[in-house]
């Protein structure tokens, strides 16, 4: 009851309420007189309207001074205070009169009247109902002397009643607080809407101010802005036409394929453009549009779509001309190409090191040059230098860094870089640094590649020329050392033999004569085995050397071979034959077969002790025919291993036996002519073997 929430609203309306009830409250008193005229005194009547009247008036001049006044809210307190006096003094008036008209009861009818007529005169607080005080103030006096007078009387009748009046009082109280607490809510709401409004007010005011600087801005702004729905332009501001050579009113209401050279229909479903705004996403392109003139123009379009549900009913477009930008790509375009044209031509590549990114960018060039697609590149250091052949990674390094550091004024130096087969392209890498901080430290370099792996194959080619040019000097060298001895000896046995048959053939016996004759015969065979020889290395050196594949038995051949060779160079020798091989028919070549087989076995004859054994194995091994020739002799030393199939070449260790160092030769030859391979294993004064892998149906080859 003694809450002060929205006190100054309360005192306001409790005052302009006061006094706007009289005219009921003495309607409903006349009704009242009237019905209980007779039954009642006519003082107790007239004392009531006269307190009517009295109270009417007090409130009516307490609601006129009020107004008159028209106090500030943090005055409420006060006249609140001053309506609960005045409340407070005409209800005891009321109270009093009571107590005289009532002091001495006879009857029901009279207490119940009193009662009645006390009651009607409550008809006046509802208009108490914003001030608790006040109502308190005006009710109390009237009630207290009234029911305290009849307990005070006594009786049954009496007791009933004033307890009937108190639970009439406590209803009227509850009723009182409920209307109490309606206009408390009432004022809150008031209060709130109030706010609301106010807001309201300021916010419309904001609103306003940011339409109007909206439109300025739509109206004013640098880029073209149109609102499109159903396929046409709804709204644009002026730049939006003047863009596209229309005037602001004219392109109004236009479908958008108007600009279209292609008659594209804008923002159809199923295009980019219309997923990506029924995503609730922005759409931005580079389109090529036509003026109302026809003129090409190039836009740059930003697009949302205000409903991403409904992108056709509503798209806000902004667009900006970027045809001088497009113009100048396209000749910066130009340019990039005849340069990379130059480039490629030139097999050139431009790097540039970034010192602060700490990146290096390669151009397509490069990728080109390495067989990888052409694409420009950005990486580090440490991924640039991943590239170069790791032989040189070391001498890359070292170059980067001194002209990084300011140590050399170029980076300048050959290297090899990983090709996208796995190969390498030789280039020669060229920089400086053309940018450096205040301290010195380099901030960017810049250099290209240039291809040089023609140049490099040209000089490993000299190299090679000049290598076999020198290795065939020596060749030759060796062959005149070889041939001097080789065919004079068997020339000085021709030569005797032939004088001394020529002199004395009559003092010789035919057995003598008969030896000398195979003396001739076996020099012939000698200079003719090495010119032969000599005949195959020629022709396998210029490609001649033919290669005529036909069926034939591997195995028999080996067996007459042997035969031959026991009966001739391996008399004092013991040839083991072992064969572990089952095809009888092969399609191989027999006269370069014989060449392996023979020189072979001849070499493992020549180079093992008189009465030792040669061993020749033929087996299948991995799908492969296996010929491997064993011996006992001396063997190979390791630094001759290498040379060993060299024309011309022989082992250091071999004395004075005869031989041109062709046969390995000739049977390395005829081994890859059949598509095979020939391997070594010896160890000095332990013997030697090699071994000879023939497929078993090889491919026929080109001499």
């Keep these: 009851m003694s809450s002060v929430e929205y006190l100054p609203e309360r005192v306001s309306m409790l005052y302009r309420l006061s006094g706007t009830d009289v005219p009921i409250i003495l309607v409903a008193a006349a009704i009242t007189a009237f019905a209980m005229w007779g039954f009642i005194g006519v003082n107790l009547i007239v004392i009531w309207f006269i307190w009517l009247g009295v109270a009417s008036a007090v409130r009516y001049a307490m609601a006129r001074l009020y107004r008159s006044r028209q106090p500030p809210g943090e005055d409420a307190a006060q006249w609140e205070n001053y309506f609960c006096l005045a409340s407070a003094a005409v209800g005891a008036g009321w109270g009093l009169a009571l107590m005289l008209i009532g002091h001495t009861p006879t009857s029901l009818q009279e207490l119940t009247v009193t009662f009645l007529i006390s009651s009607v005169a409550m008809g006046l607080p509802p208009s108490l109902a914003p001030s608790p005080k006040a109502f308190t103030s005006f009710i109390l006096p009237i009630l207290a002397p009234m029911v305290a007078m009849l307990l005070t009387f006594g009786g049954g009748l009496n007791t009933s009643t004033a307890l009937l009046m108190l639970v009439f009082a406590t209803v009227l109280l509850g009723l009182y607080m409920s209307n109490h607490y309606a206009l408390i809510e009432t004022l809150a709401y008031g209060h709130e809407n109030t706010l609301l409004l106010q807001k309201l007010r300021v916010t419309e005011k904001s609103l306003i101010s940011a339409l109007a600087e909206q439109q300025l801005i739509f109206d004013t702004a640098a880029v073209g802005i149109a609102f499109v729905s159903q396929g046409a ?136 040059m390495t067989g990888e697609e052409p694409r420009e590149r950005y990486l580090t250091l440490d991924e640039l230098v991943s590239l170069v052949h790791p032989d040189e990674i070391a001498a890359v390094r070292q170059a980067q860094t001194d002209c990084i550091k300011g140590l050399r004024p170029l980076y300048r130096i050959e290297h090899r870089l990983k090709m996208a087969s796995g190969d390498w392209v030789w280039v020669l890498s060229r920089g400086r640094v053309v940018d450096r901080a205040d301290d010195g430290t380099a901030l960017r370099m810049t250099g290209t590649n240039v291809d040089i792996t023609q140049r490099k194959r040209a000089e490993v080619e000299l190299l090679s020329a000049l290598q076999r040019e020198k290795e065939l000097s020596e060749m030759k060298s060796k062959f005149v050392s070889i041939a001097s001895h080789e065919l004079r000896t068997p020339l000085a046995t021709i030569l005797s033999s032939a004088e001394l048959l020529e002199h004395y053939s009559d003092s010789l016996s035919a057995e003598d004569r008969l030896k000398m004759l195979h003396g001739i015969q076996g020099g012939v065979k000698r200079m003719n085995a090495m010119i032969e020889d000599v005949l195959i290395i020629g022709k396998a050196e210029a490609g001649a050397l033919q290669f005529d594949p036909k069926p034939m038995d591997l195995r028999d051949l080996c067996t007459r071979v042997v035969e031959e060779l ?4 391996a008399k004092q020798h013991a040839i083991e034959f072992e064969h572990q091989f089952e095809h009888s028919s092969l399609n191989l070549d027999e006269k370069l077969l014989r060449h392996i087989l023979t020189n072979l076995l001849s070499n493992a004859v020549k180079y093992s002790p008189p009465g030792s054994t040669v061993s020749l194995l033929l087996a299948e091994r991995d799908g492969q025919a296996l010929i491997e020739v064993g011996d006992q002799g001396i063997g190979i030393p390791p630094e001759d291993q290498a040379r060993l199939f060299e024309s011309f070449h022989r082992a250091s260790n071999v004395g004075n036996r005869q031989g041109t160092g062709l046969g390995l030769v000739i049977v390395k030859k005829a081994a890859e002519l059949h598509g095979g391979t020939i391997s070594i294993e010896s160890k000095v004064n332990a013997g030697t073997r090699f071994s000879v892998r023939l497929p078993l149906t090889p491919t026929t080859r080109a001499a």
Excluded: H
Excluded at 566 to 569: A, D, Q
């Design 233 to 368: 332009v709804a709204k644009c501001n002026r730049r939006f036409a003047e863009l596209l050579g229309y005037a602001t009113d004219e392109i109004a209401g236009k479908s958008t394929r108007v600009w279209f050279g292609s008659g594209e229909e804008f923002m159809q479903p199923g295009t980019r453009p219309y997923a990506t705004l029924s995503q609730g996403e922005n759409y931005s392109s580079e389109l090529l549009l036509q003026k109302k003139d026809g003129t090409p123009v190039w836009v740059f379009t930003d697009s949302r779509a205000i409903d991403p549900a409904k992108p056709q009913d509503g798209i806000i477009v902004g667009i900006g001309d970027i045809t001088e930008r497009k113009l100048a790509e396209a000749a910066l375009q130009q340019t990039k190409e005849r340069l990379d044209l130059a480039m490629q031509s030139s097999a050139i590549s431009i790097w540039e090191w970034d010192g602060r990114r700490g990146t290096v960018y390669l151009d397509a060039a490069l990728a080109q």
């Design 566 to 569: 026991r009966g001739g160079v």
